[in-house]
């Protein structure tokens, strides 16, 4: 008895030590006004002078208005004219092979999402109570599943998801090729 408190008074007692050592050596906030480092002035300068220096360093956009232009000689730039048009405005066709392989994909990936959601609404309808929507009821030919429904329905939600995710990572690679919207439709 008598060791274990001699060990876990030394222990205390370092840990204090050591704690008062680290709060010495770090600086202590003041919160007098006098003890705040005044700004480096000349002594001819008023001690305001410095505020408007750092205002000069920090130069203004000058914002312009239609009497500022028009009252200007020369030519004017303007972001975005016609001679600018980039990929968008170039009028290169996406390959109509590539498009009809990207219509296959989509279309193959919208079947597996409605699927999902179809099982997802009779696993919502099933743990609800509710009797089958459907005139022949649930598919006894599938068997029984181990797994608790609530799995099942975040399962689903997740490969919802994942689908929809893939579809619009396909949407956006057709969309960076150059194939419009109505191509994939």
Not at 97 to 119: G, H, M, P, W
Not at 145 to 153: A, F, M
């Amino acid at each position: 008895m008598t060791r274990s408190y001699h060990f876990w008074s030394a222990l205390a007692f370092y840990g204090v030590l050591s704690c008062s050592a680290c709060f010495a050596q770090s600086p202590a906030p003041s919160n007098s006004p006098g003890a705040s480092p005044a700004p480096a002035t000349s002594p001819t300068q008023p001690p305001d002078a410095t505020a408007p220096a750092a205002a000069d360093v920090k130069k203004t956009k000058k914002v312009w208005t239609n009497e500022d232009v028009n009252g200007l000689t020369g030519p004017v730039s303007v972001v975005g004219n016609s001679k600018n048009l980039g990929k968008a405005g170039s009028g290169t066709k996406a390959d109509p092979q590539y498009i009809a392989n990207t219509r296959k994909e989509l279309a193959k990936l919208r079947s597996q999402l409605d699927d999902a959601n179809k099982q997802l609404a009779d696993l919502k309808d099933f743990s609800e109570g509710k009797a089958p929507t459907t005139s022949s009821g649930y598919q006894i030919n599938k068997g029984y599943n181990r797994e608790p429904v609530d799995q099942q329905i975040t399962g689903l939600q997740d490969k919802k998801k994942q689908l929809q995710d893939k579809i619009d990572a396909l949407l956006d690679e057709a969309r960076k090729k150059g194939v419009q919207p109505g191509d994939l439709r």
